[in-house]
């Protein structure tokens, strides 16, 4: 016989709308419109919280009717929804409004109770405080339902039940209740009827008994969860005014960037170090039930904000930088803890016996440090003294206060320490009084005094995060989600030769256009700026163009080449006299013999030519590239220092290479390293000059140069700082004076020719498909690959319409037969049109360097100005 099949089960989903949305007519209009349109093939549960401030204005109603206070906080309350109502377009003598009246007038008769009697007891406070979500939720379905969406109004308390310990005390029990995580879809539907759409509270549930009862601030996002376990829903949202969780604290750092996805553990780590979007514990229903959590921003429905699920990859991955002030490090050191079973736990007892809860913890034979988040009366207050009364009698006891727990925050944190060694220079200089990596490995932290929290959490990030390019997991920066304009530093020159560069892409086909004024102002500013260095050397890899080599030979920049090819073309354009180096990898043998017939001087990096070609050394001087043993970086793919990278001789084998060097006949003149490429850290380059000078002895007695190779970054990112060159300077400086005799090089590629390029590329279409939009442009990563191998942002406007402001939000991709082919995600634009050419910045180095005609298409043509 055929099963007989049941009704097929709609999904729910759960959207949860904080205290701001709920509080404005738009905000209104947003719900209604989600709502709708995911009512389409789901059920929706919408979950609404208090108007914004409604809450502490029932709050201090308490406190005043307590007192024998009047006050008009009720009122303050009553208004506000009126005037929302009145926004809304609602008949104030209209029926819809009486629910709403009637749960204020309550609160009312509430109020009164607790000023004849002068007591509020949590019992009843919880009835007045939840006032604020049931009248919020009243007026919330009135106003969808003058908006056509018809949601039923359900009562939160008749779907999530606490459940109380026994001897629990009352203010718990009414004020921070606990709701289990139950799974009871019945009772929604039971509630819900055929509704497609329902809204109730968030915040309030009912005890056992029947009673009022509160999930404590910011439960509103917990009831979301608890209701989405309770219905077994497909996903809940969290509405906020914010469009996600960050890299960091974005009021710190306006480049922090917005988190597309992460773990739950690590997003409860997030919210629980600082991060201010989510209330801790609100995730741990939906985790338990596999539920996806998506935190949206109601003023920009159009963002795809944050989702957290389940950590699906275990790859190691860094996340974020927190920053917890304001809190306490108490040290305790005694030889009495050598050999004494149970000492920590005698450590531990009065903080135990003083209910007060430990942080972080660092022990070693004679020593315990702990930290204190939260200390009752703070450390002037009477159970922080009795706390040191008690350890006194243990060992010497040291307070610091107060202090900032600085966290990086990610998971597999233990795995990642290659990745964030390079930032750890934060720190230099900087006490740091406990580190400590979570139990869990999702953090770790750093103790530092409290002054140095946030100037640290800047750096971490920078050194974190800059280079992250498009990493599929970070999004937009803050700065440019809010739409700010960029701290522009002066006016580029393309804004200056706007009107030429349009004409230019007049006939709809891309281009790279170079501003040699800009190469030029560059080269300067480098010799200028950068006196410690002898000479400079353009590595032509990053931009190729006759032109170019032409302004910088002129700049009295010698050329430094990868590839035969480069020091013919090099030679073949700038003559005899151009100061030429070869710094290949992995080259055959016979591009040297061509190499060294050109004059340009040769660079070696292993054995191989002393072996295959020991005639072509005699008599020569020949410069040696070393493997510092650490890289640095814009990305992995282009650090090519550390065991991992290809290049380089490690420097323990410079005796042994020399040696065979000298046996056939050549000396070592120079010393040569090359961290990689886009770095902005300023002590990069001196710390890697430490140490070639100190191989200075070991090359031997005919060395001259030293070349600590390129790698000078600019910035990439809105909002990113410029390579401090005046610190580079001074931390090369006492080095070089260090050294008489020998001669400092720096072979930059990127900072000369990066700034004076751009691409301009016409628009072709503008298409809206599904939620996201299109702008299709005329060439991709055919022209310019460096979005897609590298995740690279190149900042993008529309120069058509520039300055207007940008005001779509867009994905910018090319023609190219690949996902990968887009130029810039997320990205703000002025009204972009087919016709319109939008300008790709920052597109003068590794741009047509590294083009190619893929799909058969041609990259763009390049054009100089001067
Ligand atoms: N010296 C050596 C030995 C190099 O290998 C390089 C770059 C430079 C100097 C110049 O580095 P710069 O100052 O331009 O950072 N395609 C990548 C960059 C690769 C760099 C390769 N080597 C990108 O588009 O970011």
């Known amino acids: 016989m055929r099963k007989k099949e049941g009704p097929v089960q709609v999904p729910w989903v759960v959207l949860k709308f904080g205290g701001t949305s709920v509080a404005s007519f738009a905000g209104w209009r947003t719900i209604g419109h989600e709502a709708a349109e995911r009512a389409g093939s789901r059920r929706v549960a919408l979950v609404c919280s208090a108007l914004a401030g409604v809450t502490d204005l029932l709050e201090r109603a308490v406190t005043a009717a307590r007192t024998g206070n009047e006050g008009d906080d009720l009122a303050r309350v009553g208004r506000a929804h009126e005037a929302l109502a009145a926004a809304a377009g609602l008949d104030p003598a209209g029926p819809a409004l009486e629910p709403m009246r009637a749960v204020l007038e309550e609160a009312g008769r509430l109020l009164q109770g607790v000023w004849l009697t002068g007591e509020a007891p949590p019992r009843l406070v919880a009835r007045v405080l939840a006032a604020g979500e049931l009248a919020a939720t009243r007026l919330g379905a009135a106003i969808l339902g003058s908006l056509g969406v018809g949601a039923r109004w359900l009562d939160a308390r008749d779907l999530l039940l606490s459940a109380p310990r026994p001897l629990e005390a009352d203010e718990r029990r009414y004020l921070a209740a606990t709701v289990p995580a139950a799974r009871a879809p019945e009772r929604l539907e039971a509630a819900a009827g055929n509704a497609r759409v329902v809204v109730t509270q968030g915040f309030i549930a009912r005890t056992p008994e029947g009673d009022t009862c509160l999930l404590g601030r910011g439960g509103g996002d917990t009831s979301a969860s608890l209701l989405a376990a309770l219905a077994g829903a497909e996903a809940v949202e969290i509405w906020t005014d914010l469009p996600g969780l960050f890299t960091a604290d974005p009021r710190e750092v306006p480049a922090a960037r917005l988190i597309r996805s992460v773990g739950y553990r690590e997003a409860r780590e997030l919210a629980s170090l600082g991060a201010k979007v989510l209330h801790p514990p609100c995730l741990d229903p939906a985790a338990r039930h596999g539920i996806p959590v998506t935190i949206r921003c109601t003023p920009h429905p159009e963002m795809a904000g944050t989702r957290i699920e389940g950590e699906s990859e275990a790859q190691p991955a860094v996340t974020a930088v927190t920053c917890r002030r304001g809190g306490t490090l108490l040290s305790m050191s005694t030889v009495a803890m050598w050999d004494t079973p149970g000492f920590l736990a005698r450590f531990f007892s009065p903080f135990e016996e003083l209910g007060i809860s430990v942080d972080l913890i660092g022990t070693s034979e004679a020593a315990i440090s702990v930290t204190l988040d939260s200390l009752p009366g703070g450390v002037e207050g009477r159970v922080f003294r009795r706390l040191l009364a008690g350890l006194e009698e243990l060992g010497e006891v040291r307070v610091i206060h107060p202090c900032a727990v600085v966290s990086i925050v990610g998971r597999r944190i233990r795995a990642t320490l290659g990745e964030i060694a390079p930032a750890l220079t934060a720190f230099q200089e900087r006490p740091v009084h406990l580190i400590s990596n979570s139990a869990e490995d999702l953090n770790l932290s750093f103790v530092v005094d409290e002054e140095e929290g946030t100037p640290l959490v800047r750096r971490l990030h920078d050194l974190l995060f800059s280079n992250r390019g498009d990493d599929p997991r970070l999004g937009p920066t803050w700065e440019r989600l809010r739409g700010a304009p960029a701290p522009a530093p002066a006016t580029p020159w393309w804004e200056r030769r706007r009107g030429e560069l349009l004409a230019l892409a007049a006939d709809g086909q891309p281009r790279y256009v170079y501003d040699l004024a800009t190469v030029r102002e560059r080269a300067r500013r480098l010799e200028d700026r950068l006196t410690a260095v002898d000479r400079l050397y353009y590595s032509m890899k990053a931009n190729p163009h006759p032109a170019i080599l032409d302004a910088l030979h002129a700049e009295g920049f010698g050329i430094e080449c990868v590839s035969i090819q480069e020091v013919e073309a090099a030679r073949g354009r700038l003559g005899r006299e151009a100061p030429l180096l070869f710094t290949p990898n992995f080259c055959p043998a016979g591009e040297y013999e061509r190499a060294a017939a050109l004059g340009a001087e040769l660079t070696v990096d292993g054995p191989q030519l002393a072996e295959v070609a020991p005639r072509l050394l005699t008599g020569r001087g020949v410069a040696v590239r070393l493997d510092p043993g650490w890289g640095a970086g814009h990305h992995e793919k282009v650090r090519t220092g550390g065991p991992g990278s290809k290049f380089g001789l490690p420097p323990e084998e410079l005796g042994g290479l020399r040696a065979a060097l000298e046996a056939a006949g050549a000396r070592i003149v120079g010393l040569h390293a090359h961290l990689g490429s886009g770095i902005l850290d300023p002590a990069a380059w001196p710390a890697l000059a430490r140490l070639l000078a100190s191989l200075a002895a070991t090359a031997g007695g005919a060395l001259q140069w030293i070349d600590l190779g390129g790698g000078l970054g600019v910035p990439e990112r809105p909002g990113q700082p410029e390579l401090d060159l005046e610190a580079v300077q001074a931390g090369l400086?006492?080095?070089?004076?260090?050294?008489?005799?020998?001669?400092?090089?720096?072979?930059?590629?990127?900072?000369?020719?990066?700034?004076?390029?751009?691409?301009?590329?016409?628009?072709?279409?503008?298409?809206?498909?599904?939620?996201?939009?299109?702008?299709?442009?005329?060439?991709?990563?055919?022209?310019?690959?460096?979005?897609?191998?590298?995740?690279?942002?190149?900042?993008?406007?529309?120069?058509?319409?520039?300055?207007?402001?940008?005001?779509?939000?867009?994905?910018?991709?090319?023609?190219?037969?690949?996902?990968?082919?887009?130029?810039?995600?997320?990205?703000?634009?002025?009204?972009?049109?087919?016709?319109?050419?939008?300008?790709?910045?920052?597109?003068?180095?590794?741009?047509?360097?590294?083009?190619?005609?893929?799909?058969?298409?041609?990259?763009?043509?390049?054009?100089?100005l001067d």
């Open 733 to 864: 400086a006492p080095i070089a004076a260090a050294l008489p005799g020998i001669e400092l090089r720096l072979e930059p590629g990127r900072y000369v020719v990066a700034e004076a390029g751009v691409l301009l590329a016409p628009v072709t279409q503008v298409r809206r498909k599904a939620r996201t939009v299109y702008v299709g442009v005329a060439t991709g990563m055919n022209s310019l690959i460096r979005p897609a191998l590298y995740g690279a942002w190149h900042p993008i406007v529309n120069l058509s319409r520039h300055p207007a402001p940008p005001d779509l939000f867009a994905q910018v991709v090319g023609p190219i037969c690949e996902s990968g082919d887009v130029l810039g995600r997320d990205r703000w634009l002025a009204h972009p049109e087919p016709g319109d050419v939008l300008l790709i910045g920052n597109a003068g180095a590794y741009g047509h360097a590294m083009a190619s005609h893929y799909n058969l298409r041609p990259p763009a043509q390049e054009v100089v």
